[in-house]
């Protein structure tokens, strides 16, 4: 994937990107944008014209995975991934609001200093 086809991905509908493409992501689309309203049976036959079943399985939870991901990360403001010296991908630390302090006390989390997702290993961990 290059930049190219990531610009026409913005209107993959009237780009030269394969129609199998094109398919996955109306598929992407809708599900995001509108939790899957119109993946009815006409959708499917469409995507069948590409993909077996267990590809419209495996791509379907994938989009789901990563809708997932992106809200996570939303949420407690995860910077999207960077490219570090050794040419791994990282991120910065999470936010870890005041909701989210009393469900790991909840959890019996917040009180167990020895807890990896315990304030004090997260506050002494590298960013």
């Known amino acids: 994937m290059d930049e190219d086809m990531v610009m026409e ?3 993959h509908n009237n780009s ?3 129609d199998a493409t094109k398919a996955a992501l109306d598929l992407t689309e809708d599900f995001i944008l509108n939790h899957a309203a119109n993946v009815n049976d006409a959708f499917i036959d469409r995507l069948k014209e590409y993909f077996r079943e267990d590809q419209i399985v495996e791509l379907t939870i994938a989009i789901g995975t990563w809708d997932s991901v992106h809200k996570f990360n939303a949420v407690f403001d995860v910077d ?3 490219l570090d010296k050794n040419g791994l991908f990282s991120t910065g ?4 609001m005041e909701d989210m302090r009393q469900h790991l006390t909840c959890l019996g989390i917040e009180g167990d ?3 990896p997702l315990h304030a004090e290993q997260l506050e002494s961990s590298p960013a």
């Open 80 to 82: 999207p991934p960077e």
């Open 16 to 18: 030269d990107l394969p």
């Open 93 to 96: 630390r999470a936010d870890v």
């Open 9 to 11: 991905m913005l209107d």
């Open 113 to 115: 200093p020895g807890h």
